[in-house]
């Protein structure tokens, strides 16, 4: 099936519905979100991979762009938002396909880092792609609100080295929500 790769200004209204669809029928606690915007905590993609089938968007992830502070240093974090299969079109490595797409194209940007946020439960199907996952970390993301907080206990963070291979110590401040 073909990936999709579209920046968000390619990104037309029609597919904006079918994406946040499947974004709700997947995330049913982000119906509120989701029936009006894909950007979760306010954080727009960048770029977006997506499969259609049959008229509907069947796998999905967004990129973010964000500064991110890592210790002392900014870093050039792509961020990775909304991964989703249809119930019906998992277990065929789709995710692996998209995930693979999106650091291509982080790479090819100059990315330091990608960086994502996931349940435990989750973390085989990213390190099967390369990701690893960040223990033992303060991070720090400011809320809606302007009061910073550390990440939901229920996550975890996993990074991908692009442009810099050993990501550094320290505290890891957002600069902004989690995405
Ligand atoms: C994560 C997801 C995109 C992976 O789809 P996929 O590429 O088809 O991956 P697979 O189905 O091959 O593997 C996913 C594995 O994670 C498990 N998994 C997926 N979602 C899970 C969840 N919310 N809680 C616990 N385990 C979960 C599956 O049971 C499966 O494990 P198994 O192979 O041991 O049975 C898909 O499972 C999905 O859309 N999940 C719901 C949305 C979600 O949680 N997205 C990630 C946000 S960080």
């Known amino acids: 099936m073909e990936i999709i790769t579209l920046s968000e200004a390619e990104i037309n ?8 669809k499947s974004l709700c029928l997947v995330f049913p606690d982000g119906i509120s979100t989701f029936s009006k915007t894909r950007a979760w905590h306010g954080s727009v993609s960048s770029w977006t991979h997506c499969i259609e089938n049959k008229g509907a968007v069947i796998a999905h992830l967004g990129v973010v762009d964000r500064s991110v502070l890592i210790g002392e240093k900014i870093l050039r974090i792509a961020g990775i938002q909304g991964v989703i299969v249809l119930p019906e079109y998992r277990k065929k490595g ?19 880092f990608g960086l994502l946020f996931c349940l435990p439960a989750l973390e085989k199907v990213y390190a099967r792609c390369g990701w690893h996952c960040l223990s033992q970390r303060n991070i720090i993301r400011v809320d809606d609100d ?9 996550n975890i963070a996993m990074e991908y080295p692009l442009q810099l291979n050993t990501f550094p110590e320290g505290d890891i401040h957002l600069q902004g929500n989690d995405w």
């Open 146 to 154: 302007g009061t910073e907080k550390p990440l939901p206990q229920k």
């Open 94 to 112: 789709l995710s692996d396909h998209l995930l693979a797409a999106a650091m291509n194209e982080a790479q090819r940007r100059g990315f330091d």
């Open 13 to 20: 209204p029609e597919l904006d519905a079918a994406i946040r």
